[in-house]
C-alpha cells in the first residue's frame, strides 16, 4: 500500500492533529469605496503602521527552499539540511507567509466566499461565486486582495519579519507522517462529511515537538525568539479593521500557527501589538500623524474594533469559538510522530 492510499487502509491511525472550522452560513459582500488613490482617513476609515512583536513559541520553520550542508548553516559536518529563509544572513521569516497565515484565520471566522475547488463545498456556498474587483467584496478578498482577470489589491501590506536580537537556529528532523492528501475529485475521508462534503477549513492543533531522528533534517528558529513584524493597511473600515485585529490574534484568545512541519510541533507563535500610527489627510499636509497608540490606548482601540466587526456581523461567533478551540494556547497536546 502505498502512503497515500487512505482508502484501503485497514490498521488504526493516530488521532487527527487538526480539525475544520465550519464553513459560514452565507457570504457577506459589501461595496469597496474608494482605492488607494485616496485616503480615507476620517469618517470611520483607518489607514495606518502597526508593529508587532512575533515571539516563537516552539521551532519556527520557514524553508529557503534549498537544501544546503549542514556546516554551512554553522552546525557540524557531515549532513545535509534544508535551510531556513534567510535575508542578509539573518533568519527571516517573509512577509507573504505572515499574509498567508493572518489571511487564513480571517477567512476562516468572517462570512468570506470559499475558494471553489475540485471537491464539494456546500451548495449555498458554491452559488456565491468568486469576488471581483469593480464591485462588492467579502471580508478575506477586501483585506488581501483577489486574484484572477478581475484583480484587486490588497489593503493590507506586510513586510518581512527580522530578528529583535540573536536568532539562534537548530537542526530537527522532519519526520515523515505521509499526511494524506486529496487525490482527483476525492478527499481524504476526514476531511468530509456523510455526504462528501468538505467540512470546512482546517487548521492544526498547537501541539508540543517530539524529537526524531527519520526523516529530512531542517533548520529551525529555536522557540522564545523574537521577531519585529511591520504591516501596514490603507482605507479600511472599522469592521474590516476589527477583523483584522482579530486575525492576527491580537484579542490574545488563541495563537497563530506558521511555516512548515505544523503536524510536528512547529510554527507556534505569538504576536504582539506594540505600536499602531494612524494616519490621517494632515500627513499630506505637512503636519505627520493621529500619533502613536501604544499600551493602554492601542489595547483599547483593538477592543473597540473588534467590538465593531462582531456588531457588523464580520466576525462570526461558531467559527471564532471553533477557531480559538482549535488553536487554543497553551497546550498539552504532544505532536504525532507516526501517519494519521
Ligand atoms: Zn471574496
Given at each position: 500500500?502505498?502512503?497515500g ?19 459560514p452560513?452565507?457570504v457577506?459582500r ?6 488607494i488613490?485616496?485616503?480615507?482617513a476620517d469618517d ?18 520557514v524553508a529557503?527552499?534549498r ?14 539540511a ?9 533568519p527571516?521569516i ?9 489571511r487564513?484565520?480571517?477567512e ?9 475547488t475540485k471537491v464539494?463545498i ?12 469593480g464591485d ?12 484572477g ?14 530578528p529583535a536580537?540573536e ?9 515523515p507522517?505521509h499526511a ?7 478527499l ?14 482546517k ?6 515537538p517530539?524529537?526524531?531522528s527519520?526523516?529530512d533534517?531542517c533548520?529551525?528558529v ?28 491580537l484579542?490574545?484568545?488563541?495563537r ?6 505544523k ?15 494612524l ?10 500623524e493621529?500619533?502613536a ?9 483593538v ?9 457588523e ?7 471564532v469559538?471553533?477557531?480559538r ?11 504525532v510522530?507516526?501517519?494519521?
Amino acid at each position: 500500500m502505498s502512503p497515500g492510499d487512505y482508502t484501503q487502509r485497514q490498521v488504526p491511525l493516530a488521532p487527527k492533529p487538526y480539525d475544520f472550522v465550519p464553513f459560514p452560513q452565507s457570504v457577506t459582500r459589501r461595496p469597496l469605496p474608494h482605492g488607494i488613490e485616496t485616503l480615507c482617513a476620517d469618517d470611520g476609515f483607518y489607514s495606518g503602521n502597526l508593529t508587532l512583536v512575533l515571539e516563537t513559541l516552539t521551532p519556527l520553520f520557514v524553508a529557503s527552499g534549498r537544501y544546503e550542508l549542514s556546516e554551512d548553516l554553522t552546525f557540524s559536518k557531515g549532513a545535509i539540511a534544508r535551510g531556513c529563509y534567510r535575508i542578509g544572513g539573518q533568519p527571516t521569516i517573509p512577509a507573504a507567509s505572515l499574509k498567508g497565515c493572518v489571511r487564513s484565520v480571517a477567512e476562516a471566522v468572517s462570512p468570506s466566499h470559499v475558494s471553489l475547488t475540485k471537491v464539494d463545498i456546500p451548495r449555498h456556498l458554491k452559488d456565491t461565486g468568486q469576488c471581483r474587483a469593480g464591485d462588492r467584496s467579502c471580508p478575506a478578498c477586501a483585506l488581501f486582495g483577489t486574484g484572477g482577470t478581475k484583480a484587486h489589491i490588497s489593503l493590507v501590506r506586510f513586510e518581512d519579519a527580522l530578528p529583535a536580537g540573536e536568532a539562534k537556529t537548530s537542526l530537527r528532523s522532519l519526520i515523515p507522517l505521509h499526511a494524506p492528501q486529496a487525490s482527483g475529485q476525492r478527499l481524504p475521508p476526514a476531511y468530509v462529511d456523510k455526504y462528501g462534503v468538505q467540512k470546512g477549513r482546517k487548521f492544526y492543533f498547537h501541539n508540543m515537538p517530539a524529537d526524531g531522528s527519520e526523516g529530512d533534517r531542517c533548520e529551525v528558529v529555536q522557540e522564545k525568539t523574537l521577531f519585529m513584524a511591520r504591516m501596514s493597511f490603507i482605507n479600511l473600515e472599522g469592521p474590516l479593521l476589527g477583523v483584522l485585529f482579530f486575525a492576527l490574534s491580537l484579542d490574545g484568545t488563541f495563537r497563530l500557527k506558521l511555516g512548515g512541519g505544523k503536524p510536528l510541533g512547529f510554527g507556534s507563535i505569538a504576536l504582539t501589538a506594540i505600536e499602531l500610527r494612524l494616519l490621517s489627510s494632515a500627513c499630506f499636509m505637512g503636519s505627520a500623524e493621529r500619533g502613536a497608540m501604544e499600551g493602554a490606548d492601542l489595547a483599547e482601540f483593538v477592543i473597540d474594533m473588534l467590538e465593531g466587526a462582531k456588531a457588523e456581523e464580520l466576525l462570526l461567533e461558531p467559527q471564532v469559538e471553533k477557531l480559538r478551540e482549535i488553536l487554543r494556547w497553551p497546550t498539552s497536546r504532544v505532536a504525532v510522530t507516526e501517519p494519521y
